[in-house]
């Protein structure tokens, strides 16, 4: 049982160009979400899917999109990437949206670098 | 706005014991996460506290008072594999978690 893969590992990309990080949970759970984390600075959400055909915005959407065609995939684009996407991303899901005791298990991350 | 504050670095030695502190200002509580973060990997749950009061749990045990907005994780009978940052997390109104940036911890023989 894999739990959560990410890929690529890690990614230079010229600013401008699209890029997507793809996302695969293997247990089944319901909500999936994507992070980001900077140095200095708490994770932050940049977007979520409470369940499969369903995505809500976090708190830093704005150059990101996603979509959740299926429980287990969760794929995270950047349309046109900027420097300041530069960061490490990380894929997140969870058993149950919505409960208190709903715990969030990570995926190995991947490594952006935006010239 | 919502905040959550860790100290952002603690030195310890082998074997002692270490607390770290978490305060927070969230809209809403429903729940308050621990987690261990080594570098360059991914974080990974250790505890979970949403009642005032100590959850123990082996070597780590968590601490709750939500009247004062704190929690505290303390970790015993430090080892160099406990050698990482600790993330606080809180639970919001809306059921998102709102994320503290960290306490780096070094352990030191």
């Known amino acids: ?115 | 706005g919502q905040n959550i504050d860790q100290p952002t670095e603690m030195t310890a030695t082998e074997g002692a014991i270490v607390q770290i502190n978490c305060t927070y200002q969230t809209s809403g509580f429903n729940g308050l996460f621990w987690y261990q973060q080594h570098a360059g990997e991914a974080p990974t749950f250790l505890s979970y506290n949403v009642l005032d009061g100590l959850e123990e749990k082996g070597r780590f045990s968590s601490f709750l008072s939500r009247s004062k907005g704190y929690s505290y994780l303390l970790l015993k009978e430090l080892q160099m594999k406990d050698s990482a940052s600790y993330l606080c997390a809180v639970r919001d109104s809306n059921y998102q978690l709102i994320w503290g940036a960290g306490t780096k911890l070094i352990i030191k023989p």
């Open chain 1, 1 to 115: 049982i894999a739990g959560i893969t990410q890929a690529p590992t890690s990614q230079i990309l010229a600013a401008g160009r699209r890029m997507t990080l793809r996302c695969t949970q293997d247990m089944r759970h319901n909500a999936m979400y994507w992070y980001r984390q900077d140095l200095g600075l708490g994770l932050r959400l940049i977007h979520y899917s409470n369940t499969a055909g369903t995505t809500g915005k976090g708190e830093v959407p704005d150059g990101y999109s996603v979509s959740r065609a299926n429980t287990d995939d969760f794929p995270l684009t950047l349309a046109s990437a900027v420097p300041s996407q530069t960061s490490v991303y990380f894929c997140a899901s969870s058993a149950l949206a919505g409960e208190s005791t709903d715990t969030q298990y990570f995926g190995p991350g991947t490594r952006l670098t935006v010239l």
